[in-house]
């Protein structure tokens, strides 16, 4: 069946980094837009980075520069590499996947697959 598992979250320093894991199994990762996600408590979900086959990868303001979203369809795996972490990219990150491959054209609440999250907190 069908599952994604995100790994990798932790409590950091501002400044410091961290590298989150996501190992969907039932589909191959070059088939579908892959994308990261963070919610912080009573907000939406918001788009962090994407990326397909087709579109490449794509990111939302906010982390450009900083974070870098990367896949391995051999591995079955995609990763969000996060640098620089600031207090407010606090939340949980999720893991979400999508069998339209361009991924600017999906609404966040009809990505297909999601993870159950990985809890990023980040504190001075």
């Known amino acids: 069946q069908v599952q994604l598992v995100e790994s990798g979250g932790g409590s950091v320093q501002p400044g410091w980094s961290l590298r989150l894991s996501c190992k969907p199994s039932?589909?191959?990762?070059?088939?579908?837009?892959m994308g990261w996600f963070r919610q912080a408590p009573g907000k939406e979900r918001d788009k962090i980075a994407c990326i397909s086959k087709i579109d490449g990868t794509i990111y939302a303001d906010s982390v450009k520069g900083r974070f870098t979203i990367s896949g391995d369809n051999a591995k079955s795996t995609v990763w969000l590499q996060m640098n620089s972490l600031k207090q407010e990219q606090r939340g949980i990150y999720y893991c979400?996947?999508?069998?339209?491959?361009?991924?600017?054209?999906?609404?966040?609440?009809?990505?297909?697959?999601w993870g159950q999250g990985t809890q990023v907190t980040v504190f001075s």
């Open positions: 039932g589909f191959t990762v070059d088939r579908y837009a």
């Open positions: 979400a996947g999508d069998r339209d491959l361009h991924p600017a054209k999906i609404a966040t609440p009809r990505y297909d697959y």
